[in-house]
């Protein structure tokens, strides 16, 4: 679980698909492909949650679904657990508080820190652009990293 059940959702956006094959919620999703921003069902609002190297690309939003790859001949999605499907629309949170693990490996924030987004859209408080940060600031941390790992974090992307 990658996102804790107290959170605020002030803005989400529903317009954009993500092709990835599988993505856990809480991670920042940037654009991939840009769409005309006119039509809700464009084909070209891509995000994606794959990022190698995180320098110039743009955030769209915190994913807030957990994008899976299932047969629905066999099985239906979980809508308990909050499942889309490979290529469906998902929900992005633009403006907003979450408490989340998905924090890069080795960094410990602070409270107040600014947050930026690494390495598959995880939290970083390291905002030198480059092969580990996107240099791109996503929002504030409210606190520390507690003992299971979390971290809650005030998300505003503009």
Not at 34 to 58: E, F, H, K, Q, Y
Request: aromatic share 6%; charged share 15%.
């Amino acid at each position: 679980m990658a996102l804790k059940s107290d959170r605020i959702e002030a803005y989400t956006d529903i317009s954009y698909f993500c092709n990835d094959a599988t993505a856990e919620r809480g991670v920042i999703a940037v654009h991939s492909t840009g769409g005309s921003g006119v039509a809700m069902d464009d084909s070209l609002a891509v995000v994606t949650t794959v990022i190698a190297n995180p320098s110039g690309t743009r955030p769209a939003g915190l994913l807030l679904n957990d994008v899976v790859s299932l047969d629905l001949t066999r099985q239906h999605i979980n809508w308990h657990r909050n499942e889309v499907q490979t290529g469906s629309k998902v929900t992005l949170l633009r403006q907003g508080q979450v408490t989340t693990n998905s924090v890069v490996s080795g960094v410990a924030p602070t409270i107040g820190q600014d947050a930026y987004y690494g390495v598959n859209g995880k939290l970083t408080n390291v905002s030198t652009v480059g092969a580990t940060s996107s240099g791109v600031k996503v929002g504030r941390f409210l606190s520390v990293l507690d003992a299971d790992g979390y971290i809650k974090v005030d998300i505003n992307i503009t």
